[in-house]
């Protein structure tokens, strides 16, 4: 797959830092605790915004937080600029939260099961869950989220040529919503010591539970042309997450992950719905207006 070209990662990159500015701006108001994590975290702890190759952006908050967010940003958010893309809503059955920049385009590798589904540039907002005191019920909980994970993914739309996740995500289907999402939350058990990131589509259990202090002592960081939050204990996260973060990769390997088929920051996704259409995902081809 192409990588962007720099003008248009810039560009790209303009606008996620637009996003996250009106984000702070309504966490900020409404005394709502978040931090930046993964990429973006160790994007501030060692560029001091951006990792450079990175088209992506994330936030993380434990889940009371993240709620009262999803409550309040309908009404202080600018509609003609803005979409909140809340979890399990209507168009969007995946299990986060996006805030999207209208007027752009960001389409994915897939083409979407539902066609008014907002596919504008985003920045991903990640729950944060208690984690069960109790092995047994903790691994549980990472079983029931590759659960919610799939059943998302197969309504949202995802391929795969593998046969395993094909099965794996048919039989999903066959699973209550309503049975495993409150497994993977453990809501009603008060605040746990642990906490996880299992819904930030989570491939390993190791790299996704931290202690809940992580997650609720935050520090100012400088990013691009802010400060913003990150964990007090980022070091500690960066390494679990990353082992050596401050180690740069190869040149070789400063590839963006280019998460758009068709990404155009100046026009709206709604104009390339036809195109999109004519895609053959399986081929990557990659459009960048």
Request: charged content about 25%; aromatic content about 12%.
């Amino acid at each position: 797959m192409e990588n962007y070209s720099a003008p248009i990662l810039r560009r790209h990159q303009e606008i996620l830092f637009e996003l996250l500015t009106e984000f702070d701006r309504i966490c900020r108001k409404h005394n709502i605790r978040y931090a930046l994590f993964a990429g973006s975290a160790l994007g501030a702890v060692r560029h001091q915004g951006f990792i450079p190759w990175d088209d992506d952006l994330d936030v993380v908050m434990l889940r009371p937080e993240y709620e009262r967010f999803l409550q309040i940003a309908p009404r202080e958010l600018n509609g003609d600029q803005y979409f909140l893309q809340a979890e399990f809503s209507e168009h969007w059955p995946m299990f986060f939260s996006k805030l999207r920049r209208n007027g752009t385009a960001c389409m994915e590798k897939f083409i979407p099961k539902d066609p008014l589904v907002h596919q504008g540039i985003y920045m991903d907002i990640f729950p944060c869950d208690n984690l069960s005191d109790s092995r047994f019920v903790r691994k549980l909980q990472f079983a029931a989220s590759k659960v919610v994970i799939a059943k998302g993914l197969s309504r949202r739309g995802y391929l795969t040529d593998s046969a395993a996740k094909k099965l794996f995500m048919a039989l999903c289907r066959l699973v209550p919503m309503g049975l495993v999402r409150p497994v993977v939350q453990l809501k009603g058990k008060g605040s746990t010591e642990l906490v996880h990131t299992f819904l930030g589509a989570a491939s390993r259990y190791e790299k996704n539970v931290f202690p809940r202090r992580w997650l609720e002592d935050t520090t100012e960081q400088p990013f691009v042309r802010g400060s913003f939050p990150i964990s007090a204990n980022w070091d500690d996260m960066l390494t679990q997450i990353y082992g050596d973060y401050m180690a740069l990769p190869s040149e070789s390997a400063r590839r963006c992950k280019a998460h758009a088929l068709i990404l155009d920051p100046d026009r709206s996704y709604e104009d390339y719905l036809e195109d999109q259409k004519q895609m053959k995902i399986t081929e990557y081809s990659r459009s960048i207006r």
